[in-house]
């Protein structure tokens, strides 16, 4: 373990708390991360990186590298909150800390810094005169809008020989999955207005157009592969009143399939049920991508040598507090979500030190660390990341520490409840220091590197990577009204 290089994120522990504090307080959805940005980046150029700020055609994404040579290893951060999540810090029970505000349901005012902590063990490595290079990324829009695939798309990526990431969660682990290819099309619906009682002959509803195709599309549910995923959601349904004939709506599909091949076919399919009752409704429509990214190609080179990592480092340390904390906030949670973390227990191979806690039945911190065996063939993530779109570019591996406790759910008010507090704190620091300590064990061990790049080429054989167009450009959520 490199522990004095590791030493400069004790060091900097409090100025990085300050730090994803300050993302928290900002909550800034996808491609509007502005003060986040300027957090971010003011902190990676006091600290000697060279930033790049905006880069790769969005105004919200930056890089902030430092050293020369090869290997050149990639950090990915990402910093965007969820649309209607706002939260008062260390509650347990719900409470709007802006009325209608964003919050960061899923961490990832954690997840920028995290990665930044190690970034900042690496660079003093390198500065003792190591060759390589240290390239953080600054990732906007990983919450529906799939900033990674933009980047990628402008080659981002290209000059890296690998990257690592993290994700806040409820464990410590390496991540062993694929994930779900995604595509997200808006549909709109045009009609003719009319008097819905006086003359509703002649009006044509671009309402019942968008009803018609989700009701379509959950017929569709049957005849689609198990392991595909459909969802939507009305953005405009044509006006206020009912007397009106809706000339306008639109529909917002996001659809998912395990490769990206597999989501194309069933966009098309999607796009030929939105054809079909324009006909029906004698409206017309348009169709527009807003946004894809590709399934993760996992490798398990990498993801020995993280959890290497995780065992050099060993277990966090958290305090009686820690866990006094993380069993209200399990217990204000209630215990919906008990037979996932159960069924994720049982297939992860329960460790033996984890403890049955008077009544609850489950531990308050999931602290130890999840054994690791290798798959060559990893489990099915239901959900999506454009983490896929970094994979199809270099080796890429992540890991998740427990910034959270367990049954907090994802995307819950419970999760942004958390995100100030000592436990999500301790765990950012802990994984800057798994992801740094690997870091630089890879910058020792140019054998490794390449038999994960044999890995990486093996794995993505004869498929193709198939980029967002080009004529698709990032947008912030709220302008897809």
Not at 121 to 126: P, R, T
Not at 216 to 244: A, K
């Amino acid at each position: 373990m490199y522990e004095d290089y590791l030493k400069a994120i004790n060091d900097k522990f409090e100025e990085l708390n300050k730090l994803s504090d300050g993302v928290w307080e900002c909550a800034e959805t996808a491609f509007s991360e502005f003060k986040s940005v300027k957090l971010l980046t003011d902190f990676l150029r006091k600290e000697g990186f060279e930033v790049t700020s905006p880069a790769f055609g969005i105004d919200t994404a930056f890089c902030a590298s430092f050293g020369n040579g090869k290997p050149v290893i990639g950090l990915l951060g990402e910093f965007d909150a969820l649309a209607g999540l706002s939260q008062v810090a260390d509650r347990f029970e719900k409470e709007e800390y802006i009325p209608g505000g964003n919050g960061h349901g899923c961490g990832h005012n954690l997840l920028g810094v995290g990665t930044i902590a190690a970034a900042l063990a690496v660079k003093k490595y390198l500065e003792d005169g190591h060759e390589g290079t240290i390239i953080y990324f600054g990732c906007p829009g990983e919450e529906g809008g799939s900033g990674k695939a933009f980047m990628a798309r402008e080659g981002a990526f290209s000059q890296l020989d690998l990257a690592l990431t993290w994700h806040p969660g409820d464990c410590n682990m390496v991540a062993q999955y694929t994930s779900l290819a995604n595509i997200q099309i808006l549909y709109r619906f045009y009609g003719k207005s009319a008097h819905a009682a006086g003359n509703p002959e002649d009006g044509r509803s671009a309402l019942d157009a968008v009803e018609l195709m989700n009701v379509g599309c959950n017929f569709l549910r049957e005849h689609m592969p198990s392991n595909c995923r459909i969802h939507y959601s009305i953005i405009d349904t044509g006006g206020f009143s009912p007397n009106v004939v809706q000339p306008y709506a639109s529909v917002l599909y996001l659809i998912r399939a395990p490769k990206v091949g597999d989501v194309q076919k069933l966009a098309e399919r999607v796009t030929k049920i939105a054809e079909g009752m324009a006909i029906a409704t004698e409206t017309r429509y348009e169709k527009e991508i807003i946004k894809s990214c590709a399934n993760v190609i996992p490798n398990t080179v990498l993801e020995e040598e993280l959890y290497k990592s995780f065992m050099d480092i060993g277990k966090p340390e958290f305090s009686e507090e820690d866990y006094e904390y993380a069993a209200k906030i399990t217990a204000a949670d209630g215990s919906a979500s008990r037979p996932k973390f159960d069924a994720m227990l049982a297939s992860l191979g329960k460790p033996e030190n984890i403890k049955e806690v008077e009544g609850h039945g489950y531990d308050p911190l999931y602290d130890f660390v999840f054994p690791y065996e290798k798959k060559l063939h990893p489990s099915m993530m239901n959900g999506s990341t454009d983490v896929g779109d970094v994979s199809w570019q270099c080796p890429t591996a992540q890991i998740s520490t427990c910034t959270w406790a367990p049954l907090s759910g994802g995307h819950s008010w419970q999760i942004v409840s958390q995100g100030k507090g000592s436990i999500a704190h301790k765990a950012t620091a802990y994984c800057g220091k798994v992801l740094a300590n690997a870091a630089i064990k890879l910058y020792n061990s140019p054998e490794t590197v390449e038999e994960a790049k044999k890995e990486y080429a093996k794995r993505t054989e004869g498929q193709t990577y198939v980029p967002i167009p080009k004529n698709v450009h990032p947008r912030p959520i709220d302008s897809l009204k």
